[in-house]
C-alpha cells in the first residue's frame, strides 16, 4: 500500500529549537547542533534593527501559516499573525491554493554528519500529479527579488540525507508583501549543488 506523504514527512522527534537563542539540540546525541543553514550560507551576517523587525515580523507570519496549514482556521491564524493580518490575507488568497497543498511545514532537520540543522518551512504537493514542490517564505515591506540559490540548497540536501525517498519537482520562494503575494522557481538539485560546494568551503574555515 502507498504511504501518504504527510506520513512519510514527519518531523524528527529528536529535534529541539530553542527561537530565542536560535539554536537546534540533538536530542538523539544529546547536544547543541554547532550552525545552522543561515549560519552557512551567510557566516558574517550583520543584524540590524531594521532586520530585528523583520524578523519578528517572519516568525508570526510563519507560525500563522502553520496553524493554518494544520488547521485551516483562518482567524486563529490572523490572531497568530496580528497586525501583519493583510498579509496573511493575500497569501491565503494566492491562486496557487487553487493546485498546490501543503503537506508539511516548520520540519525541522538535522545532517548528522556536517553538524548543521535548518527548518524547512513548508512541502507542497500538487492536486492533480502529486508532485512535490520545497517552499521557502519570504517577508518584505516592498517586493524585491533577491537570490535566495544556496539557503534553499541547504534545505533541499537536509532534506535529501532525511527523506532520501523524496523526489522534487521544484523550489519555490513565496514573497508576501502587504500588496501581493510573487514567487519565484529554483531547481533543486542545481540549489544543492551550490548549497554543498558553499557548504564544504564553509567548514574548510572552521577547521583551520
Known amino acids: 500500500m502507498t504511504r501518504n506523504i504527510k506520513d512519510i514527512l514527519s ?9 530565542d537563542e536560535h539554536r537546534y539540540y540533538d536530542l538523539k546525541n544529546n547536544r547543541y547542533v554547532a550552525r545552522s543553514v543561515s549560519e552557512v550560507v551567510k557566516p558574517n551576517a550583520f543584524v540590524n534593527k531594521n ?28 490572531s497568530y499573525a496580528k497586525e ?10 494566492y491562486r496557487m491554493w487553487n493546485t498546490w497543498n501543503i503537506v508539511a511545514s516548520e520540519l525541522r532537520m538535522i545532517d548528522r554528519v556536517n553538524d548543521i540543522a535548518g527548518t524547512l518551512d513548508a512541502v507542497l504537493q500538487h492536486k ?8 521557502d517564505f519570504k517577508t518584505q515591506d516592498k ?3 533577491k537570490n535566495h540559490r544556496l539557503q534553499i540548497g541547504g534545505y533541499v540536501s537536509l532534506l535529501d540525507q532525511n527523506f532520501n525517498n523524496i ?17 519565484e522557481e529554483y531547481s533543486p538539485k542545481e540549489c544543492m549543488y551550490d548549497y554543498e560546494i558553499c557548504r564544504t568551503e564553509f567548514l574548510k574555515t572552521i577547521t583551520k
Not at 522534487?168 to 510573487?182: A, G, H, N, Q, W
Request: glycine share 2%; proline share 3%; charged share 25%.
Open 143 to 145: 517586493f524585491k527579488k
Open 128 to 135: 492533480d500529479t502529486g508532485l512535490l514542490c520545497l517552499a
Open 84 to 93: 501583519y493580518t493583510k498579509w496573511l490575507k493575500n497569501l491565503f488568497n
Open 11 to 19: 518531523k524528527d522527534q529528536f529535534v529541539k529549537f530553542y527561537p
Open 167 to 183: 523526489d522534487l519537482f521544484t523550489c519555490r520562494v513565496i514573497y508576501i508583501t502587504p500588496y501581493e503575494i510573487k514567487t
Open 51 to 78: 532586520m530585528e523587525k523583520a524578523a519578528e515580523r517572519g516568525t508570526n507570519i510563519h507560525e500563522a501559516i502553520q496553524i493554518w496549514s494544520e488547521t485551516k482556521d483562518t482567524n486563529l491564524a490572523f
